[in-house]
């Protein structure tokens, strides 16, 4: 089970950064290319903004999932801090396990509304691209997002997954100053 584990989150990590990587030239490119259409030539074109701005929403998401799986998202840590360790594994478990599903909620919601978009067949006015494929960012990243958390969750309960607090390790953050 531990090798399945890893090998699904070396996969996550591999699309992740290249998705990340790709999406971030793409907005550069696209964005530098509108600043010097719109400056140089005086013209440009309207898909150029929507193209950018879903670009950067994508690779964010893509991110934060990268974040979830690194201990960067956004947490309370004073009261882990204050606690036991095992209380404080307690309460890490139990934060993993409400992210979890409220992640799970908003990919199914997401879904949800990428598949009314579909139905009705709504359509980007500037970019002529239909809407469920720009909607249909929310429920894949927060499938990610759900993914992760059922990663560390299997850690947590085995005792490997890390903790860190801004980046550094509890351990070393706990330890008494010499």
């Known amino acids: 089970m531990n ?13 992740e950064y290249w998705v990340i990587g790709g999406l971030i030239l793409i907005a550069l490119t696209v964005g530098t290319m509108q600043v010097f259409l719109r400056y140089a030539l005086n013209t440009g074109f309207t898909w150029s903004e929507e193209a950018f ?3 950067t929403i994508t690779a964010m998401l893509f991110a934060g999932s990268r974040a979830v799986r690194d201990d960067q998202h956004v947490r ?3 009261v882990p801090l204050l606690a036991s360790r095992k209380v404080g594994k307690v309460l890490r ?7 979890l ?5 908003y990919a199914y919601a997401g879904l949800l509304y990428a598949q009314f978009t579909y139905m009705i067949g709504s359509v980007s006015p500037n970019s002529g691209m239909p809407d469920w494929v720009v909607f249909s960012v929310v429920p894949v990243t927060l499938g990610l997002f759900t993914l992760r958390y059922v990663i560390r969750i299997i850690r947590a309960l085995r005792d490997e997954d890390t903790e860190s607090v801004h980046g550094l ?3 070393s953050v706990m330890e008494p100053a010499p």
């Open 3 to 15: 090798a399945v584990i890893g090998k699904v989150d070396r996969w996550l990590s591999a699309i």
């Open 53 to 55: 701005t879903l670009c």
């Open 76 to 78: 309370v840590e004073l």
């Open 93 to 99: 478990l139990l934060a993993h396990m409400v992210s």
């Open 101 to 105: 599903l409220l992640c799970a909620y």
């Open 169 to 171: 390790d509890t351990a």
